[in-house]
């Protein structure tokens, strides 16, 4: 199953702009978290916002969360080049235990 | 402290050989998840495991798949009698022992072409 849908499937932007990605997700969650991908690497854990936390900071990172919309967005305030990579949102799902769910992704370009 | 470890990290096969992947956790971690990731896609659960124990294999296909976490060394996924579809990167994740999962560590992932 599908949790987070990223929104938009891709972004290119020049450097020192800003970089807004939206989340959706249909179930309630009890956190919600943000990964990074570089092409051919794997993931890396950004950020992660709880289910009671409207908003968090982490260096040029900034992260919202609305439960009564079921939404997220992840700002990345004047991107640089090395920004360029795949953005993923993920949220926990219980079935039996629990597991993170991944949506499909945000591209991000960055052009310097 | 070494992150994930995943081996091989590159793995050709032809149609109807085995693949075997192998995961070596973070030190103190007790769990362990697999993806898999299409080019240019997100990544799909497979299977969640602790120690000696599937927790959540929903994702795992009927046939053909399988994964163990024994009590000594890495996590195991296999594949059996691999088809062209099969080729993919697969990603293991670990995590320390928690209720809910928090934050995932990730390796490198293996990618496997079936030829």
């Known amino acids: 199953s599908q949790q987070g849908e990223e929104d938009p499937q891709a972004l290119s932007i020049q450097e020192g702009e800003n970089a807004t990605m939206n989340c959706s997700y249909k179930?309630?969650?009890?956190?919600l978290q943000w990964y990074r991908q570089n092409s051919g690497r794997g993931l890396v854990h950004l950020i992660l916002?709880?289910?009671?936390?409207r908003e968090k900071h982490s260096g040029r990172l900034r992260v919202t969360l609305d439960t009564s919309k079921k939404s997220s967005s992840l700002l990345i305030t004047a991107s640089r080049a090395a920004d360029t990579a795949s953005y993923f949102c993920a949220t926990d799902e219980r079935t039996g235990g629990f597991k993170t769910i991944f949506g499909a992704g945000t591209r991000l370009f960055v052009k310097a | 402290n070494a992150g994930v470890m995943q081996n091989p990290r590159h793995l050709v096969r032809r149609r109807g050989q085995e693949a075997r992947l192998r995961c070596s956790p973070m030190k103190g971690h007790s769990h362990v998840y697999w993806y898999r990731q299409l080019p240019e896609e997100g990544l799909k659960f497979m299977v969640y495991l602790q120690k000696e124990n599937i927790i959540d294999e929903s994702g795992m296909p009927k046939e053909r798949f399988s994964a163990e976490f024994p009590k000594e060394g890495p996590s195991i996924l296999r594949i059996q009698q691999v088809v062209r579809g099969d080729s993919a990167a697969y990603f293991c994740a670990s995590s320390p022992p928690a209720v809910r999962p928090g934050e995932l560590f990730f390796g490198e992932g293996s990618r496997l072409t079936v030829l």
């Open positions: 916002i709880r289910s009671n936390e």
């Open positions: 179930t309630s969650i009890n956190n």
